[in-house]
C-alpha cells in the first residue's frame, strides 16, 4: 500500500487545493459536507476513502461505471482508496442464500468488470468486510451494541424503511408486512452504521438512495450524540433513476428497470426503447440521468446520429457543472431530451452497448 500512497500524494501534490475540492466536489456532495472536505485537503495530502459495494450477481451499470468514474476522480484528487466489499453484510440481506463463498465468488467477478472497463488497482485497495471483522471482532461488536444501546426502536424502523403502527400519516418507502420482516432486516441499520465507523475513514463513498440516506442520518445522530471526533465525511453520489414511468406498477424483478453489465445489445436496445423519456424535461428524466452520468463523463460528449434529411447528427459536449450555471445546463438537457425522443435513443444505446460490451469480456468467470 505504500506505493499506491505515493502515487496518490503525487497527483495531489501535482494540484492546488482548489482543483483537488473541484474534483471531489464533482462526484457529488451535500452541502453541509463541502467546508469539512476543504478543511480535509487542506490538511491531509492522501486521506482515506472508503467506497462501500454490495456484491450482487446482476451488476448495475451504476456499480460497474459510476463506480470507476468516482474511484478515478478521488485518485486523481490524492485520495487512498479502499474499496469495501460487504460480503458479511449481504450475508446477512440472504443474498445467493446467504453463501458467503458464493458471495465472495460475486465479489471478485465484479472487481474483474472494473479492471476490464480500465480500472488501474494503483493507489486502490479492495478489502472485504467479513475479514474486517473476522480480526477486529471485539471491537466491532462493541460499536454495533454501543449503537442499538443508544437508539430507540422506533429509530431503528425507520431506517429499516417500515412505516410501524405508532407512525400514522407518515408515508415512508416501503410498507413491509410485518410477518415478513426478519430479524435481520432490523440488525441491518446498526450493522451497516458499524461497519462504516469501525473502520479508520476520512471519507465515505455512498449511493443518494433512501435506505444509505437513513443510515447516513443514524451515523450523524449517534456520532453527535457520543460526541465522537472521528466521524468520517460522507459523500453521496447520484443514484441512477428506474428507466421504468411507473415501477410500483412493473412486475417484480422485471430487469427492464436498468441497465446491467451483462446486458447484450439486444437487451439495451429493448430496455431503451421502452424507457421513460418525457420531452422538455431535463430534472429525474431517466434517459438524460443516463446520458449526464454515464455517457458523458465516460465518453466526453453524445452524439444524435441523424441522416442529413432530418437535420443532420448533433453533437452535444460534456459541461461541467462547477463553471455552468444550472439554469444553462438544464436548457441544454432539454435541447438532449428533444433529441433523445426517437434517433437519439438509438444513438444512446450504441452508446451504453458499448460500456457494456466492455463489462462481459469477463463473462467467463460468473
Request: glycine fraction near 6%; charged fraction near 25%; proline fraction near 4%.
Amino acid at each position: 500500500m505504500e506505493e499506491a500512497t505515493t502515487c496518490t500524494a503525487g497527483n495531489a501534490v501535482r494540484m492546488s487545493l482548489d482543483e483537488r475540492f473541484a474534483i471531489m466536489r464533482s462526484i457529488g456532495l451535500e452541502s453541509i459536507d463541502e467546508d469539512d472536505v476543504m478543511r480535509l485537503l487542506d490538511k491531509k495530502v492522501a486521506p482515506v476513502c472508503y467506497v462501500w459495494c454490495d456484491p450482487c450477481p446482476s451488476v448495475h451499470i451504476a456499480q460497474g461505471i459510476m463506480m470507476v468514474i468516482n474511484v478515478r476522480k478521488m485518485v486523481k484528487a490524492g485520495c487512498r482508496v479502499k474499496i469495501l466489499m460487504a460480503d458479511w453484510f449481504a450475508r446477512m440481506q440472504n443474498k445467493l442464500d446467504g453463501d458467503l463463498t458464493k458471495i465472495r465468488t460475486i465479489g471478485f467477478y465484479m472487481i474483474e468488470i472494473w479492471k476490464a472497463v480500465g480500472l488501474e488497482l494503483n493507489g486502490v485497495e479492495v478489502i472485504w468486510l467479513s475479514d474486517e471483522i473476522n480480526s477486529h471482532s471485539d471491537e466491532y461488536w462493541a460499536l454495533v451494541m454501543d449503537i442499538f444501546r443508544n437508539n430507540t426502536l422506533r429509530t431503528i424502523i425507520r431506517c429499516c424503511g417500515i412505516v410501524d403502527r405508532f407512525m400514522l400519516n407518515r408515508e415512508i418507502i416501503g410498507s413491509y408486512d410485518p410477518k415478513n420482516v426478519t430479524a435481520s432486516t432490523l440488525f441491518t441499520p446498526c450493522v451497516h452504521c458499524a461497519g462504516i465507523l469501525f473502520q479508520k475513514a476520512d471519507i465515505w463513498l455512498l449511493s443518494m438512495d433512501h435506505e444509505e440516506e437513513l443510515h447516513d442520518k443514524l451515523i450523524r445522530e449517534y456520532c453527535k450524540g457520543m460526541k465522537r471526533e472521528n466521524r468520517p465525511i460522507i459523500l453521496s453520489h447520484n443514484k441512477l433513476p428506474n428507466l421504468i414511468e411507473h415501477p410500483e406498477y412493473g412486475k417484480n424483478g422485471d430487469p427492464a428497470w436498468a441497465i446491467f453489465m451483462e446486458d447484450r445489445e439486444v437487451n439495451v436496445s429493448d430496455k431503451l426503447s421502452r424507457a421513460f423519456c418525457p420531452a422538455k424535461v431535463a430534472e429525474g428524466n431517466p434517459c438524460l440521468e443516463y446520458i449526464k452520468y454515464i455517457v458523458f463523463p465516460w465518453f466526453g460528449y453524445f452524439e444524435v446520429l441523424r441522416k442529413e434529411e432530418n437535420g443532420g447528427s448533433s453533437l452535444y459536449m460534456t459541461t461541467s457543472q462547477t463553471t455552468v450555471k444550472p439554469k444553462i445546463w438544464r436548457r441544454r438537457l432539454c435541447g438532449v431530451s428533444l433529441a433523445t425522443r426517437g434517433q437519439g435513443r438509438k444513438s444512446l444505446h450504441l452508446s451504453i452497448s458499448s460500456i457494456t460490451r466492455v463489462g462481459r469480456r469477463n463473462e467467463d468467470m460468473k
